[in-house]
């Protein structure tokens, strides 16, 4: 059974950092497929990408966090992270973690509260 749980979201002023971590059972981050890893949803808004493995295993950043946030992965943890640093207010939001689309269905996290003050 596939589960992804993520944690250490919370409150933390601008500037600061934070780092969320996604613990994977029932399948391997040893073989990501494109699109797996971080993605946020904003207040209102619809849910974005933040950071993802591509189908050859790089990392694409969505331009709003290149050169603050870094993905990374453990995987004799089977734990993905996203290493977020100077934080600003418009990265507030939940930040959820996808797993691999299996027969059709994506499989995603609960989700981590992110928020930024000002």
């Known amino acids: 059974q596939v589960q992804l749980v993520e944690s250490g979201g919370g409150l933390v002023q601008a500037g600061g950092s934070l780092r969320l971590s996604c613990a994977a059972t029932?399948?391997?981050?040893?073989?990501?497929?494109?699109?797996m890893g971080w993605y946020r949803q904003a207040p209102g808004k619809q849910r974005d990408l933040v950071a993802a493995f591509t189908s050859s295993g790089a990392i694409d950043y969505a331009d709003a966090v290149k050169g603050r946030f870094t993905m990374s992965r453990d995987n004799a943890k089977n734990t993905v992270y996203l290493e977020m640093s100077r934080l600003k207010p418009e990265d507030t939001g939940v930040y959820y973690c996808k797993g691999p689309r299996i027969g059709g269905t994506d499989y995603w996290g609960q989700g981590t509260q992110v928020t930024v003050s000002s």
């Open positions: 029932g399948f391997s981050f040893r073989f990501v497929g494109r699109g």
